[in-house]
DNA sequence: TAATATACGGACCATCAGTCCGCTATCACC
DNA sequence: GGTGATAGCGGACTGATGGTCCGTATATTA
């Protein structure tokens, strides 16, 4: 890769990063806006990303790294299943709230839904995997979906601004209601 | 009202149900599309609907009125509560598999995500008291978040065309687990 | 320093939602 | 049935956006 294009390439990142920081909603941010606070044409934009989903991968790939730890960490223990998924899910929670616009982004661009991503099926199936353990595969990979689907970006967004704690207490009472509840391995 | 405007009306409902029916992705029914199948101008269409998102809302309506009676039953009974959150969320998965391109649009149109509309607040309402009434109120509004998640359009086309039963038993497990789980009065 | 590949940038294109306004069909009243 | 006021019609037009194209500029390599 050529020095020039490496630049940019990290130039385009921070800036977009910023502008979707600022905003609240997505769509706020076009590519044009993008190009011209980077300070460099849209030819060099589309060339170096793609298209826009391509972007916001980028930014979402370049933050998201501190996840997959989250993730691995809940694959492989330590800890009770319980806890394990509690904490990757408020991981996830969490992160997306930090992250709002770019996880808004994110779950709109992925041809209109989040699904269908790497990233999706890989926290499926380590919820799915964690889920089977507690309580038998029985509707595993469905509570999984389940699981997934109380923190999506746009769910957290419309609970608004409330205290953390009570959004983490919502999610206790969820996870326990599927981890521990009717049908699983301990209530039996 | 005129009644030009009413036949038109009447047109232009059915012909954009259809091709919405049409449609795999409500992006692929442009406004301009409707207008032309249905034979009437440009202005016509947004006379009467206001904006895109008017003219999906109005669709909506009209085929969602069997929604309201599993609504209302829900609501005032009879039957044990499993019971009927579980029919009212069997309806409206089953009625967004039939009408999967709607409602993915809907989903899509309220300012980018399905929540903030009067219907969304109805149904999480019902739904917050039917799980109240079940195990208590602590958490009862996140929880029923969870559930209405758990049939969002783009989950239930993700999931494909799998046997309804499959569908049907996944959602049953989520209910039970949330209405008679722990922290519900009858596991305590 | 010359040659070549790579990247740049912004004019350009296609597609949409939504607006505007001169024209037309309807309807209430005679 | 005729007629005038007016609600409604339709399609050209606008503005914004994602994405493409290609002549030009720059990094790299020998």
Same mark, same amino acid.
């Given at each position: 890769?050529?020095? /020039?294009?490496?630049?940019?390439?990290?130039?385009?990142?921070?800036?977009?990063?910023?502008?979707? /920081?600022?905003?609240?909603?997505?769509?706020?941010?076009?590519?044009?806006?993008?190009?011209?606070?980077?300070?460099?044409?849209?030819?060099?934009?589309?060339?170096?990303?793609?298209?826009?989903?391509?972007?916001?991968?980028?930014?979402?790939?370049?933050?998201?790294?501190?996840?997959?730890?989250?993730?691995?960490?809940?694959?492989?223990?330590?800890?009770?299943?319980?806890?394990?998924?509690?904490?990757?899910?408020?991981?996830?929670?969490?992160?997306?709230?930090?992250?709002?616009?770019?996880?808004?982004?994110?779950?709109?661009?992925?041809?209109?839904?989040?699904?269908?991503?790497?990233?999706?099926?890989?926290?499926?199936?380590?919820?799915?995997?964690?889920?089977?353990?507690?309580?038998?595969?029985?509707?595993?990979?469905?509570?999984?979906?389940?699981?997934?689907?109380?923190?999506?970006? /746009?769910?957290?967004?419309?609970?608004?601004?409330?205290?953390?704690?009570?959004?983490?207490?919502?999610?206790?009472?969820?996870? /326990?209601?599927?981890?521990?509840?009717?049908?699983?391995?301990?209530?039996?």
């Amino acid at each position: 890769m050529r020095s /020039d294009a490496a630049r940019n390439r990290e130039t385009v990142l921070a800036v977009a990063g910023r502008l979707f /920081d600022e905003a609240t909603d997505p769509d706020q941010v076009s590519m044009d806006a993008v190009a011209a606070a980077a300070g460099v044409g849209k030819g060099t934009l589309f060339r170096g990303f793609g298209d826009r989903a391509g972007l916001v991968a980028a930014l979402w790939r370049q933050r998201g790294e501190e996840l997959v730890t989250a993730l691995t960490t809940a694959e492989q223990g330590p800890g009770p299943l319980r806890d394990r998924v509690l904490a990757l899910l408020y991981a996830a929670q969490q992160f997306k709230l930090r992250n709002r616009t770019l996880a808004l982004s994110l779950e709109k661009a992925g041809r209109g839904s989040p699904y269908g991503t790497d990233d999706y099926e890989r926290w499926h199936r380590v919820l799915t995997a964690l889920v089977a353990a507690a309580r038998g595969p029985a509707d595993a990979p469905h509570l999984a979906h389940a699981l997934l689907a109380a923190v999506r970006a /746009d769910l957290l967004i419309h609970l608004g601004d409330r205290p953390e704690n009570e959004l983490r207490s919502g999610l206790e009472a969820l996870v /326990d209601a599927i981890v521990t509840g009717p049908g699983s391995a301990r209530a039996r």
